[in-house]
């Protein structure tokens, strides 16, 4: 009976902690206020850069200005098609 009470414990301490959920609501916020950015479709490939070393892909402008508010970033467009040797693609 001891160790079910202790095991108990653990959990609502561990699973309990105001710190992690405070960082989960402050992702859900965030996105739910990125998530309607998009709504369009086009493919119209950018690359974008942070003005450092860090460059991406994106499918369209509107791809990028959703990764920016989701990433509380600035990126800006660098070119009108894809960075080469790009890892991929972000889509919407």
């Known amino acids: 009976m001891k160790l079910i009470i202790c095991f108990l414990a653990f959990l609502a301490v561990v ?3 105001p710190v992690e959920k ?3 609501k402050k992702i859900n916020e965030a996105f739910l206020k990125c998530a309607n ?3 369009n479709d086009s493919y119209e490939p950018l690359c974008a850069t942070d003005g450092d070393k860090l ?3 994106f499918q369209n ?3 990028l200005k959703k990764y920016n508010c989701e990433h509380n ?3 800006t467009k660098k070119s009108d098609k ?3 040797n790009s890892q991929g693609i972000r889509l919407s």
């Open 55 to 57: 460059t991406y892909s």
């Open 73 to 75: 970033k600035i990126m």
């Open 61 to 63: 402008e509107c791809a």
């Open 22 to 24: 405070t960082n989960n």
């Open 15 to 17: 699973y309990g902690s």
């Open 37 to 39: 950015i998009c709504n």
């Open 82 to 84: 894809e960075c080469p």
